[in-house]
């Protein structure tokens, strides 16, 4: 079935760096959502790209969507530590069902 | 989006028993799932929760394994039965409507002894 790969699995940054996760697939995507789950919780979504090159923005946060819609990426502008936790992005199929990347776990050192 | 009520949020069980779980949304959703997670990895679904009828399951899950119920669009139950440790895991519901992103419940952390 289908899969969505993410990079990189880790990533440790200091506080106000930048911090960018990617996420790819080898066939088209019908849209790419984006989750984020704070140690000890569950997930919470965040946003969903359905167009072609879609950017969208929510504060620091910079969502974008490929040309070809084989991969999508999040971008975090000048880390916070209320921005650790692990993002994952996530297919959502024609059945209404999720299919979840592995995730990348950010760690913010103050 | 919708709020989920997820019972109990944690649990010990002894092994060959059963455990049910329950998520309760305020509001009528179409989609819920039921997901399974180990610490520090992705998430594994299940089943869809199917109002009405059978769960729609996964490959590698059966339903004599994971009987699910939503006999509402409000409501559904997993069990976990004849539990074994292997089943040791957070167990999480999730529902809302196709493309606007579902909500999850704050999972049932299970220990299987």
């Known amino acids: 079935g289908q899969q969505v790969m993410q990079i990189p699995q880790y990533q440790h940054v200091q506080e106000g760096e930048d911090f960018t996760t990617y996420c790819n697939s080898s066939?088209?995507?019908?849209?790419i959502q984006w989750y984020k789950q704070r140690p000890g919780g569950h997930p919470v979504f965040l946003i969903q790209l359905v167009k072609s090159g879609e950017v969208k923005k929510q504060k620091r946060l910079t969502f974008q969507f490929g040309e070809a819609k084989k991969n999508s990426s999040l971008h975090i502008t000048a880390t916070q530590t209320t921005d650790v936790g692990t993002y994952f992005c996530a297919e959502n199929t024609n059945a209404g069902k999720s299919t979840f990347g592995d995730g990348t776990t950010l760690t913010v050192k103050p | 989006s919708a709020v989920i009520s997820q019972k109990p949020s944690r649990d010990i069980c002894q092994r060959g028993t059963s455990l049910t779980i329950q998520c309760q949304v305020d509001?009528?959703?179409?989609?819920m799932f039921w997901y399974r997670q180990q610490p520090g990895q992705s998430l594994t679904l299940i089943a869809t929760?199917?109002?009405?009828?059978?769960?729609?399951?996964e490959s590698g899950f059966v339903i004599d394994k994971f009987p699910i119920s939503r006999p509402n669009l409000t409501f559904s139950t997993l069990t976990v039965s004849n539990m074994s440790p292997e089943d040791s895991s957070i167990y999480l519901c999730s529902a809302g409507q196709p493309n606007y992103g579902y909500t999850f419940g704050s999972g049932t952390r299970l220990t299987v002894v």
């Open positions: 929760a199917n109002q009405g009828s059978e769960a729609t399951y």
């Open positions: 509001s009528q959703v179409t989609m």
């Open positions: 066939t088209t995507l019908s849209n």
